[in-house]
């Protein structure tokens, strides 16, 4: 039996991607559960920070997906940790400071439209952790982006948001604005809102995802953004 410390809970079409960490010593890695069938979860009706139980296969994967581990669920729980000792033990598990070092290959700017990608074969890991220096989101009629700056100085541009914890709060924001030029105030919102917030949280970091193979590529994602927004932010609304 395996113990796990949920710290990613993503959007996978109508499922749930999720990753814990597992203690290896005195380091941390990141695994990712699988359902019986496919890769996302139905239903998942735990939190970043529920430490729970896992029966896991030990058998090995291959890149860049390394952390995926065939599961029967989550058996039981066993706890939970606030977000700042998550964010701690974060820092413990895959970390880089710039773009190369996330999933230890190159990645490219998609010419013919947004995104970041890898190419085939070349990635040795799909999750890793890292700082932001500052954020800004784009929220489209069917889509959330969002653009970092990194520590090395370098920017993660146009990344698909699937966060489960922010996109919910981004549909929360949209449904309470009315009215003319409600993107563009829900963007204008969660900018000012980010540049405060993010700036001041000692549990300031992020994770990177890959996705699985499309179109010949992986794509880069936002997995998981710290702080995790609170529903009293949404008092600030205008």
Known sequence: MNKLLITDITCMGRGFCVIGLEQVGPAF??????????????????NRGD????LLSSLPT?????????????????GQLPEGDLVGFLRKAETAENISGLLQCTVRENVRGSGIYAEP???????CGCGVQNIRF??????IRATLLLPSGETLRDLPVVDRDWTGFIRQILR???????????????NNLMMERMLNSPNQFARIGLTRLHNEKHW???DSL???????????LP
């Open 51 to 54: 430490i729970l139980h896992f």
């Open 220 to 222: 880069l994602m936002l």
């Open 62 to 78: 291959a890149a860049p997906h390394v952390e995926d581990r065939a599961s029967t669920g989550a058996l039981a729980k066993a």
């Open 176 to 190: 309470k604005i009315s009215g003319a030029n409600r993107l563009q105030r829900a963007n204008r919102f969660l």
């Open 226 to 236: 710290f702080p995790a927004p609170r529903v009293t932010w949404l008092d600030q």
């Open 138 to 143: 784009q929220v489209f009629p069917d889509a």
């Open 121 to 127: 074969n070349l990635a040795s890991r799909s999750i």
């Open 29 to 46: 890695r990141s695994i990712r559960p699988l359902p019986a069938r496919g890769n996302a979860w139905r239903r998942f009706p735990y």
